[in-house]
């Protein structure tokens, strides 16, 4: 149990017996016979319980027995103050006058003699639990005191700087939603943490969901839990993750997928802060922070009827934007040589940047974002046969950061009237599937993104799957075209 058992008792068999019980259910027994000498001995190391025995009922004049007690509500209370969590156990002779002695001390644990020793090991099994859970609670706090910070986020860049202080301000504020919103791979659940983790929510649980990557049917469940029998597999009560987050934050990472369905519900949640379980009838008051985030344009979402227009201005009261690698002068440098060192620490290897691999670091224009460049890293340093690490190892598209260079071979001829962006987008994507035979691999390649970046922009426009297009199907660029 790794449990620190105080025990304070006169010597003898009982004391020997107890303590070589203590010690077959792997506790640490540390012995003396007085409170005095207790604390004498052992006053600074841990203790989680303590068993005390005071010995025989004080004989004499009333005047001795209120002095007695005095005297043991005085040992009582030095022990709670060098260990203020300390449980005490107070075993107690069967006669009335001691009882009622030992219930005057105010110790709610009293054991009368002799020892029931299946009565002791309950609530040493207890104590046990207890102090797991404390441990965890205290690993729990100091791993956020530690990852759950701002300055985990690398840059000097004026534009990632500017969403830090954003971001440091609205921590502290008692904004109850906050929306994230950045690239795929620019560190939007790293933002979240940070806020999570420097507000004065910090001591309370950090709940995180990807919206798109649980099944529909089943979000609503995860979200707010579901009572037994709410369906056909809910054999048990399941408490959702606002319910869990309690005093602390829920982060919602891809907010955009959500069903409209849900997002209504999300709304009322958001008004109310009340829970009620899926196949519930009781509301359940809850306090916590919604961090929203998503790579989608959800305002292009609200026109396009995907997203629902009252949501997006209850989510959008404080929006902070995370700046995309590509127009962060000089971060991928030193987000680089962080990576390296850390990728070399982990794998045991002593490696560095040579001149030219930076240089080619911030000539790269990093459609991918912070994701991309921490993957090249990590696989440089595997495959690295020197310590230096330079072009040939970090191995990144030979495409140049220069506009003109990503221009060549490529031209848009803009109606008089005008086109909106996200037309413009739609077509060059629709263009790229049909080049690649509408293999999204292909089509993800030539249009220099990740495949999770193209299907996500293909949802966020509508464009079928090309398994479901449908025969025949043409690309509308009448009015654009797309050399």
């Not at 709940?207 to 798109?212: D, H, Q």
């Not at 949501?311 to 680089?336: F, H, K, Q, T, W």
């Amino acid at each position: 149990m790794n449990l620190n058992v105080g025990v304070i008792m006169p010597p003898g068999g009982d004391r020997d017996e107890l303590v070589g019980h203590l010690t077959t259910r792997e506790c640490v027994a540390r012995v003396a016979d007085t409170v005095a000498q207790y604390l004498g001995r052992y006053g600074n190391e841990g203790c989680e319980i303590g068993l005390l025995d005071f010995g025989p009922g004080t004989p004499g004049l009333p005047g001795s027995i209120a002095q007695a007690l005095e005297q043991k509500r005085d040992s009582i209370r030095r022990l709670k103050e060098n260990w203020p969590k300390l449980q005490i156990v107070v075993f107690a002779d069967r006669d009335s006058q001691q009882t009622t002695e030992t219930l005057e001390l105010g110790v709610r644990n009293i054991f009368l003699k002799p020892i029931n020793f299946p009565q002791l090991d309950g609530l040493l099994s207890a104590a046990g639990r207890s102090v797991a859970l404390q441990a965890r609670q205290q690993r729990e706090t100091a791993r956020i005191e530690q990852e759950f910070r701002f300055d985990r986020i690398v840059g000097q860049s004026p534009a990632v700087l500017e969403s830090v202080d954003l971001a440091r301000r609205v921590a502290q504020s008692s904004a109850t939603s906050v929306l994230i919103l950045g690239e795929s791979g620019v560190g939007k659940e790293l933002f979240a943490r940070a806020i999570h983790g420097e507000s004065p929510r910090k001591q309370g649980p950090f709940m995180e969901v990807n919206c798109a990557a649980i099944p529909r049917e089943l979000l609503e469940s995860e979200l707010f839990g579901h009572e037994k029998g709410a369906f056909t597999d809910a054999t048990q009560t399941r408490v959702g993750l606002f319910e869990a987050a309690e005093g602390g934050s829920v982060f919602l990472d891809e907010v955009g997928e959500l069903p409209l369905t849900l997002q209504a519900k999300l709304l009322k949640f958001l008004d109310s802060k009340i829970v009620r379980r899926v196949g519930g009838s009781r509301d359940i008051p809850v306090d916590v922070r919604i961090l929203a985030a998503t790579n989608r344009e959800l305002i292009s979402e609200v026109k396009q009827g995907r997203f629902r227009e009252d949501l997006y201005y209850r989510l959008n009261v404080v929006p902070i934007e995370i700046p995309p690698l590509r127009v962060r002068d000089g971060d991928p440098v030193l987000l680089a040589r962080l990576f390296v060192e850390r990728v070399g620490r982990k794998l045991g290897r002593t490696v560095h940047l040579s001149a030219e691999g930076e240089r080619e670091m911030a000539r790269y224009h990093w459609p991918g974002n912070v994701r991309e460049l921490s993957n090249v890293i990590e696989r440089a340093v595997l495959l690295a046969r020197s310590e230096e690490i330079g072009p040939v190892e970090l191995a990144v598209p030979a495409t140049s950061s220069d506009p003109d260079d990503e221009r060549s071979g490529f031209s848009v001829t803009i109606p008089n009237e005008g086109i909106s962006l996200p037309a413009v987008e739609r077509a060059v994507i629709q263009a790229a599937l049909d080049r690649a035979s509408g293999n999204v691999v292909e089509a993800a390649r030539l249009l220099k993104i990740g495949r999770g970046s193209l299907r996500s922009k293909m949802r966020r426009h509508g464009i079928e799957r090309p398994r479901e297009r449908r025969p025949g199907a043409a690309v509308e660029m009448d009015r654009m075209s797309v050399i």
